[in-house]
DNA sequence: TGAATAATGGCCT
DNA sequence: AGGCCATTATTCA
């Protein structure tokens, strides 16, 4: 089981909308991809730049499948080039594959 | 198809 | 209260 979860769960240096973002994330079954405004419109929100600030903010690194969330047009949407940025670029090529993508490339 | 701009909603300091 | 954002949609060429 992940801990992760349970360290999102006894997270308290963040505010309940960003826990809710990142439990709606690991709620997302592998090979499955949502857009910043359908994990936004989940969790009850509409605005899907108030999740990727919590993504971005994202205290739960890595741990958390930050890299399954794309954005609407199906393409990676953002991300940075920071230390986790490189990972999550590398773990999103990987996911890809493993969720049979096709990379959409517009 | 690609780029730029506008509008939007919520979070952080 | 102000600024920020890993967005989205729309518009123009």
Same mark, same amino acid.
């Given at each position: 089981?992940?801990?992760?979860?349970?360290?999102?769960?006894?997270?308290?240096?963040?505010?309940?909308?960003?826990?809710? $973002?990142?439990?709606? @994330?690991? =709620?997302? #079954?592998?090979?499955?991809? !949502?857009?910043?405004?359908?994990?936004?419109?989940?969790? *009850?929100?509409?605005?899907?730049?108030? $999740?990727?600030?919590? @993504?971005? =903010?994202? #205290?739960?690194?890595?741990? !958390?499948?930050?890299?399954?969330?794309?954005?609407?047009? *199906?393409?990676?949407?953002?991300?940075?080039?920071?230390?986790?940025?490189?990972?999550?670029?590398?773990?999103?090529?990987?996911?890809?594959?493993?969720?049979?993508?096709?990379?959409?490339?517009?």
């Amino acid at each position: 089981m992940s801990d992760i979860r349970h360290r999102v769960l006894t997270a308290t240096h963040i505010t309940e909308f960003q826990r809710r $973002v990142y439990l709606e @994330l690991l =709620r997302v #079954p592998r090979g499955k991809t !949502v857009t910043y405004g359908e994990l936004a419109r989940r969790i *009850g929100c509409r605005s899907a730049q108030a $999740v990727g600030q919590a @993504l971005k =903010r994202n #205290p739960f690194a890595p741990e !958390v499948p930050c890299h399954r969330v794309i954005a609407s047009d *199906g393409t990676l949407g953002g991300f940075h080039s920071q230390r986790t940025g490189e990972m999550i670029e590398k773990k999103r090529a990987l996911l890809k594959e493993e969720m049979g993508l096709p990379l959409q490339k517009k």
